[in-house]
């Protein structure tokens, strides 16, 4: 974990800019920590973030506001792709043991399958309880 001055030190900016690099992902998106006394503590992936920002400022010569929206915006696509493939292969996952399943039912003989009928108390005829009682006699 790295302080402000620290972080700052080590992107070679102020930690002036490194607050406004901050603010401006933080606007898009991202959540920085803090230590104790509120204190802004960096880890590593957050320095890869600050200067993930930096390089997309400098090479596209955009405002720190917008280049981080640009980056919030290719890491929220990321997001719901790493989603979307998760998705896809529980849903393989799925697919394959229904299918394994329907193998097996198919292969019992039709004696090994238990006919289901529904427990003896939801045959018997419902009681009418207190006021129902009082009317119906």
């Not at 700052?8 to 607050?19: C, F, K, M, R, W």
């Not at 792709?81 to 198919?106: G, K, M, T, V």
Request: aromatic share 8%; net charge neutral; no cysteine.
């Amino acid at each position: 974990m790295h302080t402000t001055k620290e972080a700052a030190a080590a992107l070679n900016i102020s930690p002036t800019t490194l607050g406004k690099y901050v603010i401006a992902l933080e606007g898009a998106g991202f959540r920085f920590e803090s230590g104790k006394r509120n204190v802004r503590m960096f880890d590593e992936k957050e320095m890869a973030t600050l200067r993930q920002m930096i390089e997309t400022a400098a090479s596209e010569d955009l405002p720190p506001g917008q280049a981080a929206n640009m980056i919030g915006q290719t890491a929220y696509l990321s997001l719901i792709e790493d989603r979307l493939s998760a998705i896809e292969q529980r849903q393989e996952h799925l697919i394959h043991l229904y299918d394994n399943l329907s193998s097996q039912l198919a292969r019992l003989p039709a004696h090994h399958i238990p006919d289901y009928s529904p427990p003896s108390f939801f045959l018997l005829p419902r009681r009418k309880a207190g006021f129902l009682n009082f009317l119906s006699k």
